[in-house]
């Protein structure tokens, strides 16, 4: 699986494109804002990770196009809260996976 490419802002900020102005790209701008409440499908553990990501995303990160990922993570999020111990390596790593491309991770 090829590595995912570095966002245009990242390599802007490196200085990648002063050697080669000619491949300076131009990202999706993201589209929609995220809904200011958690969906009502998710039971109440889940909503409570969902605001708690929200919350502590840094600004910007999330919008309309990562509510999927985002209920998806708040439920993995809520079952870790419930039962730390029963949960899986590979659902804590798939976790973990999620929380970083959201923003959260010491990195």
């Not at 999020?77 to 491309?101: F, H, N, V, W």
Request: charged share 25%; net charge neutral; glycine share 6%.
């Amino acid at each position: 699986m090829p590595r995912p490419r570095t966002a245009t802002a990242i390599l802007e900020a490196r200085g990648a494109f002063k050697k080669d102005p000619q491949r300076e790209r131009i990202d999706p701008e993201p589209s929609g804002q995220l809904r200011d409440t958690p969906p009502e499908h998710l039971n109440p553990e889940q909503q409570k990770a969902w605001q708690w990501i929200v919350d502590t995303a840094p600004k910007g990160v999330l919008y309309q196009s990562d509510e999927i990922m985002l209920m998806m993570a708040s439920c993995l999020l809520a079952e870790y809260k419930c039962d730390p111990d029963g949960m899986t390596t590979s659902r804590i790593a798939r976790l973990e996976t999620q929380l970083g491309k959201f923003g959260l991770s010491p990195s």
